[in-house]
């Protein structure tokens, strides 16, 4: 064998090596992108069940929620507040995920599903309208043109 063909012998082995690199190397980075997505997905949820766990231990903030809901002028300026406060914790959950699925971190499929859900929490009484007018300058800019279309298309 001439140092030739040697040469072109190792030229090819070692190419196919780097081909073989950057294969494991995109199957490595897409593994990491589905753990990350399973895992902010989850953060996610227990940020939401977090939420809920409050409304289902407080019955005073749950009877503000509920009656902000369909009527926040019969709220007290104390209780005003908490609906305020509480509703934009609640929503920062559906800001976190619209963020994160317009930089391509969460996935379509839990988005859609988060923005569903959301959804119909905005659209299910007038309170909602209120928060958003009193609340919507602390949101990012594209998520407040997201909620402006969600509530202008009615329920």
Known sequence: MTSDRLNWFLTVAANVGVVLGLGFLALELRQNTLATQATLHLDLVAYGRENAELLLSN???ADIVMRGEQDPTSLSPLEEEKFLLFTSWRMAVWETAFLN???G????RYWNGFDAWYTEIARSGPGYQ????QSRHGFDARFQEHV???LASGP
Not at 105 to 108: E, K, Y
Not at 130 to 133: S, V
């Open 101 to 103: 699925n317009d930089s």
């Open 130 to 133: 209120y928060w958003w007018t």
């Open 105 to 108: 971190v969460v996935d379509a």
């Open 148 to 150: 402006d279309r969600v």
């Open 59 to 61: 019955d005073e903030l």
